[in-house]
């Protein structure tokens, strides 16, 4: 009758009716037996996994990763040979906001990619900025709870969020960042992604590097003004990328490292680990090794970008953690995570899964369809997989002291200010310096803000820079100077 196929039930059996459901009569009640309707409405109650608890709102797309440069001095790693070109996945996001929240409002942006690696998948789950609130993982729930709702209203609140940031100093690098125009990026195309941590590198002479990464974009940084931003529909910014590549202008992006020797972190002037700081660009240039270009869009954004699980954990051999404490949390904390969003087997779904053969003793649990076949355990005498320490022998170094509860040891030029003083002094322009005081004065005018609060505001910024904090307080009417 027709060429069109046969609608059918999950099972594949043809189904009876696209419009109708099962009844006695066509007036009468509806039948438990019909199964094609029970499906249907019993499916549709499970359509949502839990959105993320931070980062919920978010886009993606694939791409690629082509290195230029001969960086084999400094790691063995596969996909950061010359010539090498690796299939990647990213998922762009805000962070604070939930699955329906604007895509233009001001937060720092995610910047999660995963590289499908000859040798398993390397996950860098980065952000558009170099740097972090806070310093230690302690923190981070309470953190992200001020960004969220309030208990009793359920609403965000201006308040709370200047609570958590005056009271806590280590947060003035990055709030100063958030208050720039680069808060409120134009596009994902538009910004610069980073790895944000300090990673670590060894080559193949199991030489150690401290390293970081930096994603520049070649469409140049672009951004909306506070009012531009509030002006955006809710998913402008999945809406440009994925026309952009659908129309096939393949955003890319220049793939930079600064590299530090492993020796000069004992004494650096700065903390090299702390996630609130930078390593200026003078005391390691950043070096260009290949470029990263956005190509493809996924074809079920559910399948592929919801359900896509990206896990700071995921080194490859070549790569490895720093001490940041940061990061040390991260490790635990997103694979965690995903057994809990998505289910225990969420590797085994064809977006997290690695494209290099895998060889796990795990096995089993909900979802289960990959069969690792016998044998099951290890030690065995059956031919079963080995592990090769020599693989992973560059990770290792030497950690010793007392177990503390303490914060960072100071290097010499330690301090919270310094690095966000620099940025207000050094790198803004004229008209940057204006978005930002006006940035800072809209989000503290917010009715729920208090006047203690406002003094507080001033007080934080004063710290930063006299000339940002008296004109904070000019624009808050802050009489106190
Ligand atoms: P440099 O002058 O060598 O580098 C400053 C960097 O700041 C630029 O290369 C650019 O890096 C970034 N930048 C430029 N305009 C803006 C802007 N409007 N908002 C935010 N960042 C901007 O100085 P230093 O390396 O000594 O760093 C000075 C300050 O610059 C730091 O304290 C930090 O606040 C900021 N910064 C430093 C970065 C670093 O890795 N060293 C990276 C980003 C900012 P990019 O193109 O990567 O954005
Ligand atoms: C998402 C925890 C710091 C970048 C998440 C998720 C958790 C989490 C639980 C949700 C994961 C999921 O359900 O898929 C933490 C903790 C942190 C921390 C405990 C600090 C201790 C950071 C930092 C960065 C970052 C410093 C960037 C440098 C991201 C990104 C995502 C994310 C990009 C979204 C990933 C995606 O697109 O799926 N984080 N986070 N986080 N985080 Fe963090």
Redesign the pocket.
């Known amino acids: 009758m027709t060429d069109r196929p046969t609608t059918t039930t999950d099972a594949g059996i043809p189904a009876p009716s696209d419009a109708h459901s099962q009844s006695v009569g066509p007036n009468g009640p509806l039948l438990l037996q019909d199964h094609y309707l029970i499906q249907k409405m019993a499916h549709f109650n499970r359509e949502r996994v839990p959105e993320r608890v931070v980062h919920a709102k978010g886009g993606g797309a694939y791409g690629v990763l082509e290195i230029t440069e001969d960086v084999s001095q400094f790691t063995r790693a596969k996909l950061f040979q010359k010539g090498a070109r690796t299939e990647s996945l990213v998922r762009f996001s805000s962070v604070a906001g939930e699955l329906g929240s604007a895509d233009a409002g001001r937060d720092p942006r995610g910047f999660a990619i995963k590289f499908y690696t000859e040798d398993g998948n390397y996950d860098l789950v980065g952000n558009n ?3 972090f609130f806070i310093r230690d993982p302690q923190k981070f729930s309470d953190f992200i709870h001020s960004q969220k709702r309030r208990a009793d209203n359920n609403l965000r609140d201006h308040n709370m969020q200047w609570d958590f940031w005056t009271l806590s100093p280590e947060s003035a ?1 990055q709030v ?2 958030l208050m ?3 808060g409120t990026p134009a596009s994902w195309r538009h910004m ?1 992604g ?1 790895g944000s941590h300090t990673f670590l590198w060894y080559n193949a002479k199991n030489e150690k590097f401290w390293v ?1 990464y ?1 994603f ?1 974009t070649d469409q140049g ?1 672009k951004n909306f003004t506070a009012e531009e931003a509030d002006a955006q529909e809710p998913d402008v910014h999945i809406r440009d990328l994925y026309e952009a590549i659908k129309r096939g202008d393949h955003p890319s992006w220049t793939v930079q490292v ?1 590299i530090m020797p492993f020796e000069d972190a004992a004494d650096y002037r700065f903390n090299p680990f702390d996630l609130t ?7 390691y240039p ?1 070096i260009t090794i290949g470029r990263w270009t956005l190509t493809r869009n996924p074809e079920n954004y559910f399948a592929e970008i919801e359900q896509a699980a990206f896990e700071p954990a995921n080194f490859v051999p070549g790569i490895g953690p720093s001490p940041d404490k940061m990061l040390q949390g991260r490790l635990f904390s997103y694979p965690d995570a995903h057994r809990y969003r998505i289910g225990t087997n969420y590797l085994q779904l064809p977006v997290n899964r690695p494209k290099s053969p895998v060889h796990s003793y795990n096995k089993d649990g909900a979802m289960t369809y990959v069969n690792p076949g016998d044998p099951v355990y290890a030690p065995n005498s059956m031919g079963g997989p080995v592990a090769d320490p020599d693989l992973w022998a560059g990770e290792s170094y030497e950690v010793a002291g007392e177990i503390v509860r303490s914060a960072y040891r100071l290097h010499r030029e330690d301090d919270d200010f ?6 207000w002094e ?4 004229d008209t ?1 310096r204006d978005h930002m005081v006006h940035n800072i004065v809209l989000h503290a005018s917010a009715p729920e803000v208090t006047g203690d609060m406002k003094k507080r505001v001033v007080e934080y910024w004063r710290n930063v820079h006299k000339d940002l904090g008296d004109r904070v307080a000019k624009g808050l009417g802050v009489n106190d100077s």
Request: cysteine-free; proline content about 11%; glycine content about 0%.
């Open positions: 900025t170099p740097i690098h100063s960042f720039t125009d680069r610069n980073y970081k930096h520049k940084i600064q700081k930078v390593w200026p660009h003078a005391d950043p310094v690095q966000p003083r620099a940025l050094k790198v803004l322009s940057d």
